[in-house]
């Protein structure tokens, strides 16, 4: 997705002059979020379908943006699904992730979720007493985990080995004779999220052809009639090499390659993505408050930090940014400044661990500037500790066409 630098530092100088005070916001360029979204759906042929998983943004604009262009929803709690089905009544919603109460699957049977993704026998046994209780039939993925052959690791990895998410091959002949008897539970087919953070296209497509193998291998051996994979999320944003990004186009021609595999077996298929499709609309501003030396490093204190914007720490790297120069000096002294040199950028918590940049090269910064982090549109302002230190929360700006914010 295409960063509109103009028109969100723009509205960062205009949302400037209007506030007066340090400056701290998260700005959502929705034009670029829709265009992004249409260009994803467009790139995934038949019978690839694309669900948004809101764990990485629920925000009700992010989330009015996308609702015309994807198939449906992810919700991964009862907070989400509540939240998602008062908003939009019809849209198909999934109910997914490990350890949930008899409530949630009570709600996501009232609400009516199109699937639900089970995450062990002991959910099922629960669920099935629940669906049979309210005499509602209730269709299911079987969510599993399973090794994965080499070259499938990224920094963040939920199967392929031990975790708390899926059920492993060895439960499944416990799981499949439970099932057998359910009148009230439908297993539609498989789903599969097995890592997150893919940046290599090609090695995308290489996960979702063991996919297909392990899906219809499993398919046949328990003569199971599914129909549907959903094989999660997952594709990242190089928060490290932003100018690398992962390659849509050659992503979508391996899956135009694919798409007959899977029509010939009969599986329909679904991405619900996350991070991909909404982090690259989403902008943190964070005004410099302070410049300091100190043994031979500088940094940059900004008003906010890991508080807001807490993804750079949770992923562990140094967050790209821009600096946007703001003309406007009140003090009646030199404005502190550095030029051509490398800083840290630093929030206002009392921990050295607040920091968003680590030794990251500046033309030229001033207190007062305001310095604006990309990609932190998804996995942001939600991660983040918001209430430590109890510091004023970011304003939140949603720009529309034109660069008008709300
Ligand atoms: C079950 C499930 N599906 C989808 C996603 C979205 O993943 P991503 O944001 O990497 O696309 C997640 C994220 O953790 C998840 O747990």
New binding site residues.
Partial sequence: MELRWPVVEEAVRRARAEEGGPLCAYLYDLPALAAHARALKRSLPHPFGLFY?A??NAELPILQTLAGVVDGF?A?SQGELEWLRSQFASKPLIL??PGKTDTELAAACRLGVELL?VESLGELRRLALIATELGRRVSLLLRLNFPLGPGHETSLV?GGRATQFGVELEQLPAVMDFLAGQEFLEVKGLHF?LL??QLDAGRHLGLLEEYLRRFTELRAKYRAEWSHLNV?????INYRAPESQFDLARFSEGLLGLAGRFEAEGVSVRF?????VTAACGYYAAEVLDIKRCFGETFVVCRGGTHHFRTPQAQGHSHPFRVVPIEDWRYPFARPKVEGERVNVVGQLCTPKDVLAKDAPVERVRVGDVVLFPYAG??AWNISHRHFLMHAPPRELFLREGGEAC
């Fill in positions: 998983a764990k990485a992810e991964s997914s992730g993704h939920m999220h997150s953070h999660g999320g997952g594709i990242g619900e993505l996350g991070r991909y998804a996995y």
